[in-house]
């Protein structure tokens, strides 16, 4: 008389190997991720800085005579940052602004830009942002 065994199920080592494979590629995909977060929140803030230039030349040349606004609440509607970014302007006036673009995410890295004489660090062509 012959027995038949039937095998089922996995052994320990082979399940061993899969969790190592998984560990593995994630800790391969783990900090490309998070890479990729930043540059999309590096990229938000330099959008934002470019809508607020945008909206600053708009609200300039609505106003007589020619001046830029000092603040966000004197753009109003004019400008809407992006979730999570902090958009502040440091100087504004008849000969030009300064603002600079954080985001919580980020660590405390600031994105900048500057119409006018005086730049605003990182930033240091006028009109380009500069981020740190």
């Known amino acids: 008389m012959q027995v038949s065994t039937v095998r089922r199920g996995f052994t320990l080592i082979e399940l061993l190997i899969v969790v190592v494979i998984i560990g593995v590629l994630a800790a391969i995909a783990i900090p490309k991720f998070a890479a990729s977060k930043n540059r999309a929140h590096l990229a938000a803030l330099r959008s934002d800085l470019r ?23 004197e753009l ?47 930033a240091t062509v006028e009109g380009e942002v500069a981020c740190e």
């Open 51 to 73: 809508n607020l230039t945008g909206a600053q030349m708009m609200y300039r040349s609505e106003q007589s005579p020619p001046t830029y606004a000092a603040d966000l609440a």
């Open 76 to 122: 109003g509607a004019r400008f809407q940052a992006s979730s999570g970014v902090t958009v502040t302007i440091v100087a504004g006036d008849a000969s030009g602004f300064r603002a600079t673009a954080t985001h919580a995410s980020l660590g405390g890295r600031k994105c900048a830009i500057f119409r006018g004489a005086t730049p605003e660090p990182p």
